[in-house]
């Protein structure tokens, strides 16, 4: 990897910018992302399309959840997975605000999401090329990735806001969760040493379900409340079933 570290536009937090990305890179559009907009309101949880394939979860980086993520990744040896055997294949990131790029990468390459990839795309030799490699190969291939690099360039300049500048200085982080073919529910954040297993779910229970929010979101929510950090920001962007497809 290059001295001089590539830094990317940060991606706005919106699923149209989300899907455009993916999309251009080769999911089908039968998969977008859309706004989950409560997770305690069954009312509003049931607009949301379901199987809920991947959930993003989006927030302001607190001195809390640098606290929590120092003391967790302590105990624990750098992860070397690699291979078709992994049960979800895992980016560290080395490129400076790109976590928004890492979190749809997480969330379209595990997973029932995997089945959408379309054959010869861009994401289809990405996804492949990335498997049998350890994480510091798997990052420099995304890092000189030049496919990706244009499709992040448009998507990123395509969102309602004004796009910051790419050596901006951005609190906001994205951390995905997937279910694996084994029923588990998984943490990925590239600026984690590696994939967490945070516990199993039933085969009809998604990202979605009450025990998948309990295992991941509802424990995040809990630990800043407690914390007190002030107001508490954050939002949840899911992957599932476009309505629109025809």
């Not at 302590?74 to 490129?95: F, H, M, N, R």
């Not at 498997?131 to 360039?153: K, W």
């Not at 448009?154 to 906001?172: C, F, K, R, W, Y």
Request: aromatic fraction near 8%; charged fraction near 30%.
């Amino acid at each position: 990897m290059p001295k001089t570290r590539k830094a990317f536009v940060p991606l706005e937090n919106n699923p149209e910018v989300m899907s455009a990305l993916v999309h251009k890179l080769g999911l089908s559009t039968a998969l977008s992302f859309h706004d989950v907009f409560s997770i305690e309101d069954p009312e509003l949880l049931a607009f949301v399309p379901r199987p809920a394939s991947a959930l993003l979860l989006v927030f302001p980086v607190s001195r809390s959840y640098e606290l929590f993520r120092m003391q967790e990744d302590e105990k624990k040896a750098e992860y070397e997975g690699k291979g078709s055997d992994e049960p979800v294949l895992w980016y560290k990131q080395t490129i400076r605000n790109a976590c928004g790029l890492i979190g749809l990468l997480h969330a379209v390459s595990n997973g029932n999401a995997r089945g959408f990839i379309e054959q010869g795309s861009d994401l289809e030799k990405l996804v492949n090329d990335a498997t049998p490699l350890g994480p510091i190969e798997r990052a420099d291939l995304l890092y000189n990735s030049q496919a990706l690099e244009r499709a992040h360039q448009d998507a990123a300049v395509g969102g309602q806001s004004t796009a910051p500048d790419a050596e901006d200085n951005i609190d906001l982080h994205y951390v995905c969760f997937v279910k694996d073919e084994k029923n588990n529910l998984w943490e990925m954040d590239g600026r984690r040493k590696g994939p967490l297993n945070r516990g199993p779910l039933g085969s009809d229970e998604d990202v979605l379900s009450d025990k998948a929010l309990d295992l991941g979101v509802r424990k995040f929510l809990k630990r800043e409340e407690e914390a007190g950090g002030g107001e508490l920001r954050f939002s949840l962007i899911t992957l599932a079933p476009n309505l629109d497809f025809d």
